[in-house]
């Protein structure tokens, strides 16, 4: 442990005595240093041990010595040693009342220990205490290494947790709890969601404290017990993002009773490089499956499932036995030349971090400057990727930025093996209107069902609409008649003369006298079925803004 002013009293070379402050003395030491300034404050930084002659000092004026040793508390000195026979055969009575008051601990220095005796034996007792701290840090770092090679993440987090005496916790990308040591910590851990994911926020590495002095406070779960087993006072939480790219891939959670010491600091950079080399090694082996992934995913598009069906093997081959979505995803602009998919970055962490924990199989493969996603349809994946997407929506639509992960999204309705290439087709429509209407996510069902009028809200069908119908407007704007409304009318009654005469209150001739005036207006018979349906969806197109 690192000296402290009682193990310097101990110490039988010394040969110290305590004057004042005794009950103070397992406050730890962090240097010793030698100062005749009547004012040594500005080169304190705390934790220091001063050691005096007071051959500049009035050390029998009380209220100097007042003023004096007040200074120093302040300014975090543990300890003055004050050196005999010297300036003085012995410490001053206004010193020793004068520290007694301030509870600051008074040692008397004999003259034949020298100050530098002093300064060694802090030294040496440091070194010791940061000796003990690399060689523990050592052995946990293979305590860990050899838990993580055992029993995987798993076991890492069950030995850093007994390392530190506190608990600890590992967050997927999705800021989802996917381990956690002791067992009991699996439901502190998932208080610290909101944390986590404001963490995921910054590019790595980045750490956060939460709870403790200078830290945020986590929120308490209504009505929640804390455990039989759980230390007390574990209220300080340190989270690490984990990964070698830009984006966190994981987070770390260490909770703890009080801030780490040397020690646990080096267990928990062990299990950071530990868990940060597992994810990359992981990340090498996802090339290779992306590469195959690409490879099914191309027999499925040029027809050939049962081909497809035997590469995929044990890996995809569940996800081609049952109905599938595909999902077609673009950055909604091109931001980034050396990386033109690191918008997509979130929504692939979050489809792969929800197939992971349900067991699905999930094929993402990027193409040409897009994703192009294979899951189970009603399972986890699909669903975490639609609320993500709605995440985003509502980021949008509020008035947040999300520059970094904007994004178009088309989903197709479900199929199978062998309409695969339908199915991605779908989801390039869907994608299209996404991007015409402003929307991160469209679902081909939502194009399928219901009817064709909403797509009549596309700024290039307003403006064709607005186009078309501008000679009848005109006309109606001088007063000399109402084509518009009589042409509604006219194309609403299927060009029954006396219902849409009725309609408008006026008589039949009237209105075959204004139908053919929108014919001299437009250019164009009414007799002809594609001049009717342009002027009715042009009439709608304009009929709903």
């Not at 403006?463 to 119908?469: I, K, P, R, V, W």
């Amino acid at each position: 442990m690192a000296p402290t002013l009682a193990s310097l009293v101990h110490h039988s070379a010394l040969k110290l005595t305590v004057r004042a402050g005794g009950d103070r003395l397992d406050v730890p030491v962090r240097w010793a240093h030698v100062s005749e300034l009547a004012d040594p404050v500005p080169y304190m930084e705390g934790g220091e041990l001063l050691l005096i002659t007071a051959l500049k000092l009035d050390a029998e004026d009380p209220q100097a010595m007042r003023r004096y040793v007040r200074r120093l508390a302040g300014a975090g000195v543990v300890g003055l040693g004050f050196a005999v026979g010297v300036a003085y055969d012995e410490i001053p009575k206004a010193l020793v009342e004068a520290a007694e008051k301030e509870g600051l601990p008074l040692l008397e220095v004999p003259r034949r220990t020298p100050f530098l005796a002093i300064s060694k034996a802090v030294s040496a007792a440091i070194a010791a205490d940061q000796y003990r701290a690399v060689t523990a840090g050592f052995a946990a770092q293979r305590e860990l290494t050899k838990q993580a090679l055992a029993a995987g993440p798993e076991g890492l987090l069950s030995a850093l947790a007994s390392q530190v005496d506190g608990w600890a916790a590992l967050y997927d990308a999705s800021g989802s709890v996917v381990a956690a040591a002791p067992e009991w910590a699996g439901r502190r851990a998932a208080r610290l969601t909101a944390e986590v994911e404001r963490l995921r926020e910054r590019p790595t590495p980045a750490s956060a404290v939460v709870g403790g002095p200078g830290g945020s406070a986590p929120a308490q779960g209504a009505g929640e017990a804390k455990p039989a087993d759980a230390p007390e006072n574990a209220d300080r939480v340190e989270l690490h993002s984990l990964g070698a790219g830009r984006r966190p891939r994981a987070t770390l959670a260490v909770g703890t009773a009080a801030a780490l010491g040397t020690a646990e600091r080096y267990a928990v950079h062990s299990a950071i490089a530990l868990l940060t080399l597992t994810m990359e090694r992981s990340r090498s082996l996802q090339a290779a499956e992306q590469r195959l992934g690409a490879a099914v995913l191309r027999m499925l598009l040029a027809g050939e499932p049962d081909h497809a069906r035997a590469v995929a093997g044990d890996l995809y081959g569940e996800l081609l036995d049952a109905p599938f979505r595909v999902l077609v995803a673009e950055p909604a602009s091109a931001k980034s030349a050396g990386d033109p998919l690191a918008g997509l970055a979130g929504l692939v962490d979050v489809a792969e971090s929800a197939a992971a924990r349900s067991g699905e199989a999930v094929l993402v493969v990027p193409e040409s400057g897009r994703l192009v996603a294979l899951a189970a349809d009603g399972g986890a994946a699909v669903a975490a990727c639609t609320r993500y997407a709605a995440a985003r929506e509502g980021k949008r639509t509020g008035g947040g930025d999300g520059d970094e992960d904007a994004m178009v999204v088309g989903l197709s309705a479900p199929a199978g093996p062998i309409a695969a290439a339908a199915a991605y087709k779908q989801a390039e429509q869907a994608l299209s209107v996404a991007r015409r209407r402003g929307r991160v996510l469209v679902e081909h069902e939502q194009l399928a069902a219901g009817s064709v009028l909403p797509l009549l809200a596309d700024d290039a069908v307003k403006a064709f609409a607005d186009g078309l119908l501008r000679a009848l407007r005109e006309h109606d704007a001088t007063g000399r008649g109402d084509l518009v409304a009589s042409l509604r009318a006219w194309l609403s009654r299927h060009g029954q003369w006396d219902a849409a005469a009725a309609d408008l209150g006026v008589h039949r001739h009237t209105l075959r006298y204004r139908m053919r005036r929108v014919e001299e207006i437009l250019g164009r018979s009414l007799d002809d079925p594609d001049a009717r349906m342009e002027l009715w969806l042009a009439l709608k197109a304009t009929s709903t803004e």
